[in-house]
């Protein structure tokens, strides 16, 4: 890429509009699937069709005409795409060669269309046959001690796939089943418990119509969830304020023209998205809110005090909560100084966000990687929910907490029992209903794996999904140790990294995406996911197969476990390979209550929802109650030596080009870079402090005493960002993250928060000024 593609300006219009319908036209076109991709995208999000391979975000009982996003449409693109990687594409690349591309060029190559095993001889990756592959793959785990085995999902796979992958790996004899949501949501799965009795969000698109106020952390919905963007319009049409908390001004969160209205496409209205925007500083949002809750406090004291109306909801607060009293005094004695300069946000600013909490009836509170993704991510979840049980804001109509889910299917997953936890898993029924032992030790993290992994602890690898090796931090120590790995086997659409780098033995076994008819067992088949608000869809593939070679994800999992796993009459693994609606019946069965009906129930529209004891201010917490937790902490980084001097707190995130470590292009159209994704955004002070220019290019150096950890060649860039902080690409600055540096309980990479310094390598254009 020459300097003259690269350019850098502020983009100063909203999201969605004209340049989003662009955007979309020329991926469809680049994809080669200008017609089908039209045809297809008519089924996504509906109640007959495909969910979305992109975002979890709810899939409405009357969906939109187009119920989709410019980014759901680049997702259906990608994966339907007429481009293909067959066997010939692995024969003319040895592995070692393909280690050189980037991750853009191997997943554009395209879908994967055959079985492939690595030949040591000619390190080139070769075709076998399905049936040498897991008859392989199964006499290489059977070698092993279950323990040294990994098993990863990444969030797509679909409840009959995941729960056939737990069944499998609890009957091989471990719990190592780490997924996506160990790098992701895992904070809320561990925060939320303690708090609400819930591990996952309580809000549904009917609480988005009642609200009266929400409140925004640390989510780019814009690029993230494009389709909420639509409730959030709705919302700001009723006049509900939404209150933002970011570091960056996220053009999505400013405001939105929706492509889907032809009067606001031709006359370019836009809705203000956010009413009050405050920058807070990366990882300040425990602080911040904390402000708000002292804010409340106090003024509820001096309501008390006078004997006028409270502000604080007192009745639910006695018959609904414990803890209140030791919070208050925490906020009561925590000084606004030390919440300013946690926070980087002013009194009147937190004050002014206090009162607007205060007016409205009904609250939700939104949030994703933002408050997840740091070394105190589980305290600032818990930090939100005492925020909203100080008025009543959790079991009522119109407010909530609304974690927004990453990958399409990843809070399904667990539902279905993929957790290393065991205490998570309905384990005695398993062994009810299979006939087995189930293991109790603890199953690995995601962490966990890659310690393992690098200490040679783990032997083998399988991937359902994902893109491990590139999404996890301290890429350069995880690629030497992966390439030591016995056996690495990838249940994947399309080339990635973690194919690339392999061990011993290494498989590469190509699977069907969802929008994909599947035809396993000569019938038509369908599954089954569950979306942000706990919503469970079916969902029916509609373009004819990549591949007469790729198989569905249930068949490729049933017929391993046929091959690995002893014979056992319970567990019928030929039949779920080729009917999974016998797959359905047996989820029923391990989860009568969530999943009564199931086959009947998930072609509702809009889904059929889960349970929700939270929702109806039932606490299934030890106390029997609603939890206030004090924070230990308002300090998103103990690593941090000094958040000031010449320190900056990097957060790592997604441009509106990629998904995950998919980079479809080299555009971030929001945030105004093009051409590059090699770019490291800072304030403008920072920038002349450090003797830098716009332009220059830097190394980018984690500041941590156990080794060097550097990414070179990112250019500075001035954004609108707190000082102090800046901002870089993912999977591209994973090198700069510590493996240690996660969140304390749930183990998730603080990838929001690494502490890095900067050195100068050439001045703008490479001048060498
Ligand atoms: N198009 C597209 N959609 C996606 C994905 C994708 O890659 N592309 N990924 C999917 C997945 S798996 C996930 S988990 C979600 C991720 O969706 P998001 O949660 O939106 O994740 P990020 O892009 O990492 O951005 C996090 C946002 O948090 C802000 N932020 C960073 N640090 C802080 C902080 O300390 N405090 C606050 N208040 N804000 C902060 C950033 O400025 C950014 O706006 O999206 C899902 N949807
Ligand atoms: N520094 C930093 N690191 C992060 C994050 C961050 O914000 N910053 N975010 C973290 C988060 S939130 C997440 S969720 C993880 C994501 O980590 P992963 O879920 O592991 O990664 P993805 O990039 O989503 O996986 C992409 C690959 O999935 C395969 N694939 C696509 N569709 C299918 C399918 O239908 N079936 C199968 N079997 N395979 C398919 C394709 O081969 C593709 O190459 O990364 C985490 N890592
Ligand atoms: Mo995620």
Same mark, same amino acid.
């Given at each position: 890429m020459s300097d003259d593609d690269i350019h850098i300006e502020e983009y100063d219009h909203p999201a969605g509009g004209w340049g989003s319908l662009k955007s979309l036209g020329s991926i469809l076109l680049e994809e080669h699937v200008a017609l089908a991709g039209a045809r297809a995208l008519m089924h996504q999000n509906k109640p007959d069709g495909y969910a979305c391979v992109s975002c979890a975000w709810a899939k409405p009982a009357?969906? %939109?005409?187009?119920?989709?996003c410019e980014n759901g449409a680049k997702a259906t693109a990608w994966e339907i795409t007429a481009k293909r990687a067959p066997p010939e594409f692995f024969l003319e690349h040895t592995a070692r060669a393909l280690e050189g591309w980037r991750d853009h060029d191997l997943e554009g190559q395209g879908r994967l269309t055959a079985p492939l095993r690595w030949d040591a001889a000619t390190d080139c990756y070769v075709e076998v046959s399905w049936e040498s592959a897991l008859e392989e793959i199964a006499r290489e785990l059977r070698a092993?001690?279950?323990?040294e085995a990994v098993f990863y999902t990444s969030g797509r796979a679909s409840l009959e796939a995941s729960y056939l992958y737990q069944l499998m790996v609890r009957m091989y004899g471990c719990n190592n089943l780490p997924d996506s949501s160990n790098m992701c949501h895992e904070s809320t799965s561990v925060a939320l418990p303690k708090t +609400?009795?819930?591990? &996952?969000?309580?809000?549904?698109l009917e609480d988005f119509d009642q609200t009266d106020c929400i409140f925004f952390f640390g989510q780019n919905v814009g690029t993230s /969830?494009?389709?909420?963007l639509h409730q959030l319009q709705d919302a700001r049409r009723r006049n509900v304020p939404i209150i933002t908390f970011n570091p960056l001004r996220e053009p999505g969160l400013v405001s939105f023209a929706n492509p889907q209205s032809p009067t606001e496409m031709l006359t370019a209205a836009e809705t203000q998205i956010s009413t009050q925007y405050h920058q807070v500083r990366t990882g300040g949002d425990a602080g911040a809110i904390l402000g708000l809750c002292k804010a409340l406090i106090e003024s509820d004291d001096d309501c008390a005090r006078q004997g +006028?109306?409270?502000?604080?909801d007192t009745a639910f607060i006695a018959e609904h909560t414990h803890g209140f009293e030791a919070f208050a005094a925490c906020a009561r004695s925590t000084d606004w100084f030390d919440i300013e300069r946690a926070s980087g946000l002013g009194r009147e600013a937190l004050t002014a966000a206090a009162a607007q909490y205060a007016r409205a009836r009904a609250v939700i509170a939104i949030y994703g990687m933002g408050l997840t993704q740091h070394r105190n991510g589980v305290e600032t979840v818990q930090m939100l929910t005492n925020l909203l049980l100080l008025r009543g804001n &959790?079991?009522? *109509?119109? #407010?909530g907490i609304c974690p927004?889910?990453? %990958?399409?299917n990843v809070q399904g997953q667990r539902t279905v029992g993929i957790t290393?936890?065991?205490? *998570? #898993?309905p384990l005695e029924k398993l062994e009810e209903l299979y006939d087995f032992e189930a293991p109790r030790e603890k199953g690995l993290t995601t962490v966990d794996a890659c310690e393992g992994i690098i200490a040679g602890r783990v032997r083998a690898f399988v991937g359902l999904g994902g893109n491990f090796l590139r999404a996890v931090p301290e890429t350069e120590r995880m690629e030497k140790a992966w390439r030591r790995l016995r056996l690495t086997v990838q249940i994947a659409t399309k080339p990635n990294r973690s194919q690339i780098v392999h061990g011993d033995i290494a498989y590469i076994l190509p699977c069907l995406g969802r929008i994909e008819i599947d035809r396993t067992g000569g019938i038509e088949q369908s599954v089954s996911v569950e979306d942000s608000t706990s919503c469970i869809h079916a969902s029916r593939g509609v373009t004819e197969p990549a591949s007469p070679l790729a198989r569905s994800e249930p068949w490729i999992i049933a017929t391993l476990a046929a091959a690995l796993?002893?014979?056992?009459?319970?567990?019928p693994w030929e039949s779920w390979a080729s009917d999974y609606a016998l797959v359905r019946l047996a989820i029923e069965r391990t989860y009568p209550d969530i999943f009564r009906d199931f086959e009947q129930r998930r072609w509702q529209p809009g889904g059929f929802a889960r349970p929700l004891p939270a929702r109806q201010r039932i606490w299934k917490t030890a106390s029997g109650k609603a939890n206030f937790i004090v924070p230990t /902490? *308002?300090? #998103?980084?103990?690593?941090?030596? /000094?958040?000031?001097?010449?320190?900056l707190r990097l957060m790592t995130l997604r441009s509106n080009d990629q998904f995950n470590t998919t980079?479809?292009?080299?555009?971030?159209r929001f945030r105004g870079?093009?051409?590059?994704?090699?770019v490291l955004m800072m304030n403008t002070d920072d920038i002349a402090r450090l003797g830098l220019h716009d332009g220059d290019l830097i190394v980018a150096a984690t500041v941590a005493d156990d080794m060097k950890r550097e990414v070179g060649g990112l250019r500075v860039t001035a954004h609108d960002i707190p000082r102090g902080c800046a901002a870089a690409y993912y999977p591209e600055c994973n090198? *700069?993250?510590?493996?240690? %540096?996660h969140a304390a309980?749930?183990?998730?990479?603080?990838?929001? /928060?690494i502490p890095i310094r900067v050195r100068k390598v050439s001045g703008p254009r490479g001048s060498g000024s």
């Open positions: 009357a969906p %939109h005409r187009f119920e989709f092993l001690e279950p323990s +609400i009795g819930a591990s &996952i969000g309580t809000v549904t /969830s494009p389709r909420m +006028i109306p409270r502000v604080l &959790i079991g009522k *109509l119109g #407010a927004v889910r990453g %990958h399409s290393e936890k065991p205490e *998570l #898993a796993l002893p014979p056992n009459a319970r567990a /902490s *308002l300090d #998103a980084d103990p690593d941090m030596a /000094s958040p000031e001097g010449n320190v980079v479809y292009g080299y555009d971030d870079v093009s051409g590059t994704r090699s090198p *700069l993250l510590p493996l240690w %540096h309980e749930s183990k998730v990479p603080a990838a929001k /928060s």
